[in-house]
């Protein structure tokens, strides 16, 4: 059984375009995340939710918008796609204990590319 | 803010040669810190972590001491395998005011060859 799981692994569109990207953890975690790695492979932190609600929020463009609507699932949608918003997009996920700092179980990836 | 520093890649070593890839971090607090390995086309997937000063992490031959008088924290292995050809990224970890996250260095890439 996949922990931490993505859809879809893959996704061209052209530039402009709507696109959303799924995640589904199945670990019984209550915090979830999304990373953008670019093709340095950098990897920097997009947002993280706890329990449905939005705790970190990076300076990330207002083109993406994060949505949860179960602590199971963490979706991200990108509005107006841009060549610069081409990278691989990883969800992850912990369980939040406070003082307590856990380790998070990544997904395999979307790579997005951008035409 | 918290940072971490890891040695520019890419690295490549003989299979059975040793080891070391440099970490040190900055960070405004006691951080966990840990190593995450990315084989490629996946995510990435715990490798070892250490919560506190002087812990050691150790996983599949790889040991890494969190060192809080140097505040590093470098990954070791003695003998390395084709199979351990990967990205590797050092990471922390420090609660802060209900805003937890992990923060990455840049990422090493290995290669190990026959």
């Known amino acids: 059984d996949t922990a931490v799981s993505q859809t879809p692994k893959y996704l061209v569109t052209q530039m402009g375009n709507d696109k959303s990207i799924k995640c589904e953890q199945n670990?019984?975690?209550?915090?979830m995340y999304w990373y953008k790695q670019d093709s340095k492979k950098f990897l920097k932190i997009m947002f993280s939710?706890?329990?449905?609600?939005?705790?970190i929020n990076e300076t990330v463009p207002n083109r993406f918008s994060p949505k949860s609507p179960d602590k199971a699932h963490l979706n991200l949608h990108i509005n107006s796609l841009e060549l610069g918003d081409s990278a691989v997009y990883f969800c992850?996920?912990?369980?939040?204990?406070?003082?307590?700092?856990?380790?998070?179980?990544f997904g395999p990836g979307t790579r997005l590319l951008v035409l | 803010g918290n940072s971490v520093t890891q040695m520019e890649g890419p690295v490549t070593l003989s299979e059975e040669a040793f080891l070391t890839i440099n970490c040190t971090y900055t960070?405004?607090?006691?951080?966990?810190l840990f190593w995450y390995v990315q084989y490629p086309g996946e995510g990435l997937q715990l490798l070892l972590k250490a919560t506190k000063a002087d812990d050691k992490g150790s996983n599949k031959g790889f040991e890494a001491t969190y060192r809080k008088e140097t505040t590093s924290f470098h990954l070791e292995k003695g003998s390395v395998q084709v199979s351990d050809s990967a990205v590797y990224f050092c990471?922390?970890?420090?609660?802060?005011?209900?805003?937890?996250?992990?923060?990455f260095g840049t990422g090493t890439r290995l290669t190990i060859i026959p």
């Open positions: 990471a922390l970890y420090l609660s802060n005011f209900g805003n937890e996250k992990l923060t």
């Open positions: 939710y706890n329990n449905k609600e939005l705790i």
């Open positions: 960070a405004t607090g006691y951080p966990s």
């Open positions: 670990l019984g975690h209550d915090t």
């Open positions: 992850a996920s912990s369980h939040r204990l406070q003082g307590e700092q856990e380790t998070q179980y």
